[in-house]
């Protein structure tokens, strides 16, 4: 009785070749989801920030709104420097130079308004820095007050029409929103009519 062996096969090593295939690919789609999730979180709070500077905008907008209709609006004058909250608010003869408008700082007679701080329980105003951190906001909210002149005899009414530019930033100073409005104040009247505004924001 004959008995034949075979030399046992040589290893050529294809299971280590594959299994370190099937690793680098592993690698690489870890690594790509792990890149996926910082851009989301990126763009998350962009536009957490692009949210909180429109918030701002709108609400020297409105504040700016109020002015008009609490009291008679003062007569316009020639713009030229920025004033506080602490001072008194201007009604320009003077419009934004279009290309100026989404540069607030460069507004020729904007007013800085800083509103309450929501969150808080003792009426301080918002939380202004331009060290970025929780909560904080890059710079105060500015409106610009420009009349417009008398409404036209079309709109049946005896009013003034003034145009309402507002600007805010929110962590940093990449992330502004402007917000524009027309308003109408009738003499006589306890308020005025908001008229359909446009928006821009940058983030």
């Known amino acids: 009785m004959n008995l034949h062996f075979r030399p046992p096969a040589r290893q050529r090593g294809m299971v280590m070749i594959s299994a370190l295939l099937l690793l680098l690919v592993a690698t690489i789609l870890a690594a790509t989801m792990f890149r996926s999730f910082g851009t989301q979180e990126k763009i998350a709070g962009n536009l957490r920030e692009k949210e909180r500077a ?17 009291a008679a609006p003062p007569a316009p004058v020639v713009c030229n420097s920025q004033t506080d909250s602490t001072g008194v608010a201007v009604v320009c003869s003077n419009p934004i130079p279009l290309l100026s408008i989404p540069n607030p700082e460069s507004w020729p007679g904007y007013f ?11 009426g301080q105003n918002m939380n202004v820095t331009t060290t ?29 029409i003034y145009r309402i530019d507002a600007a805010a930033s929110g ?4 992330t502004v929103a402007v917000v524009e409005s027309t308003y109408l104040v009738v ?7 908001g008229g359909g505004g446009d928006t821009a924001g940058g983030g």
């Open 54 to 70: 429109m918030h701002a905008a709108v609400t020297a907008q409105q504040y700016a709104e109020y002015l008009l209709q609490s």
């Open 112 to 122: 800085r308004y800083a509103p309450p701080d929501p969150a808080s329980t003792t």
């Open 132 to 160: 970025p951190g929780v909560g904080t906001y890059y710079s105060k909210p500015v409106f610009y007050i420009f009349d417009t002149g008398p409404a036209p005899a079309s709109m049946g009414v005896n009013g003034e």
């Open 171 to 174: 962590g940093t100073a990449d």
């Open 187 to 193: 003499p006589g009247s306890t308020g005025g009519g």
